[in-house]
């Protein structure tokens, strides 16, 4: 459980990919992860937003200098990372999020979440941050954007250790798969803002 | 010239650890890293912002599973940050910085900053965050914060490599230590928003 999401995510993906077929082609041997990070360069190629993926976090325990302009890492640790996968900046908006795959047809599970990132997502929100989950069911081929405040709510209503996919459906915004961009939230985050400055 | 930054940091230091008499003693031993991890860490502690170092950038070449929760980094590389090191958010702004030290008593040289870095300062700027560098001349014992616009400005009017510390005195602002925070950048952000506001 404590592997990394990217690697966790890769692992999975590599899982299923034997039964894709009811993956749409665009999609199929495309982990939500890749197709965030092809979005995230769109956005930053058409100078639209500066959104990255951190790196991995990871400990370092042991590092070989073959040479010296050459380091090479042979002992390292994957560490439970302190904040969320991706973060930047959207038109002067400070943007956070977590994404993640699950394989559930029914439901997503909070586990999936580390509970310091849930209070990384709320401490974001409440300092005026756009924070968000984008969750993808891939058996289903849906990816939902989850606000922060909807996150809250359910967990505060429920004692649930899991979301269904009816409240991803009523409560979040369908994310519909495209070209360029593959995976357009920045559309949705724009409904967000408008909102929020008509209310 | 391809450590990244963090491991590049700590073995400056470590050179220059033996003749770290000229520094005051609440700094020796401390690199800019550690004193900026704390501050941020102090910042977070009294819910002001939210700014985090991000994880070094490295390759994964090789991974070891012992067990099926347990993954062991065997080969793995550096890889040059594609961005900054310090992101984050506060009081609705988005906060993007590089951090650097200099042994040198006259002058901070460009090539500790990768273009694709200032690149990315300069976009920061552009879409309405605030971003900055943080330099440090570790023997003459001053930290500077010197914004992107001032940056942008000496290398356009320059053709130098280097930028000398009397550009930052006077270009820039000098960060005060201090204990709690132990370099409190985000007061100079007030000032700098402020500005904004009142200009």
Redo the contacts between chains.
Sequence with gaps: ???PNG?KKNITTKAKSTNDSNLSHKNRGMTLEGELNVTNEYY?DI?K??I?K?????K?VK?DYPSR??????????TIP??TDY????????I?FEAKETISKTSFALNNIHPHQIE?LK??N????ISFLIVRFTTLNMTFLLTTEKLLKYMEETSKKSIPVDFFKQEGYLIKDGYTPRIDYLKIIDELIGGKHNG
């Design positions: 459980m404590n592997y690697i930053r100078d937003a500066y990255y951190k790196p991995t976090p990871i370092i590092v302009d050459k380091a090479v890492i042979k002992e390292a640790y994957f302190s904040t973060n930047g900046l959207y038109n002067g908006y400070y956070d990384h401490n974001i409440k300092h005026n941050g």
